[in-house]
């Protein structure tokens, strides 16, 4: 019987043999192969349900040629994909995940202005998965993942009753207007755990099944709201001024950055699901990581607009 590596692989021409190395994840498996001439490529499978993995598969393709149209190349190049066995090919990047470091920090920062400037350039692409619009869509996001979630967090009720206690929106008097404008693209899981840094210090994004346009608002709260976030707060401060952020959509931030981390423990569950592998990471690891999440949304939301405004003077002028 041929392996499902194998017909995965025999796409691009590559025997199982030719696999150097196999990296797994929650949402695909990488697989670094050797050609016949010593040069490498990259063979990226899709995991999850046959709709969700082509899904996955044509915004991966639709993102990376999109970018590179518009001359943002710190990608890697692709050489082909595969619709029947949902894949693509890319030219393998030798080099390393990168440490959260100054350097790192600009070179996410300044792909961030680049995404918004393409948007200004050319909006004209689909919304990220689950972007976010309004703190209503939000809230139906999060309700819908509870939905989901009820069904393999059972066995683990105290999990359950601390996602259930701190899913309830706590909107502030200062929410001044529900709908955040789509108005930037974004790369939705951003952070070093998709990048790779070669040996002459050029920095690389990976994973771009989740990218489209979407809020400058939602971005950095996706950014901020990770509890093992590289960004310090003056940093997501300074980064709301770099993507010229209004008045309104600051206000706006200071209160979704508490739910989207809600969010975020939410979508980690999922790797509690019997339908996906863990790999690596035991059961107690990962429900560690679901308190950290639910902890610091209780923890964001004691950082009061007030509170922001103290710190940082220069939003004094919100208030005039």
Sequence with gaps: MISNINITLAAYGIDEKNVISTLKGVNSIIYKCQKTDGSYIGVKEYLGDATRCIRSMEREVDSINFLYQHNFKNI????SFNKLKPSICYEWIDGSIPEGNNFIKSQIVDALVSLKLIHNFNPN??????????????????????LVAKTYLNDYPSIWQLIKKSQV???????????????????????????????VSKVYFLDFEFFGADSKVKMIADIFSHPRTIFTKEEIISLAFKLSLSDCEFKQLINIIPEIAIKWALITSRRLSGNILIDGNSVAQILEQIKDYLEYSQYLRGISEIDMILTFPEFKRMQQ
């Design 76 to 79: 890697a190049k692709l050489i």
């Design 125 to 146: 692409f689909p919304l990220a998965i689950d972007a976010v619009s309004s703190l209503t869509k939000l809230n139906e996001q999060i309700e819908q993942r509870m």
């Design 169 to 199: 929106l706590k909107v502030k008097d200062s929410f001044l207007n529900d709908t955040f404008p789509i108005n930037t693209f974004s790369f939705s899981d951003i952070g070093t755990h998709n990048m790779i840094i070669n040996s």
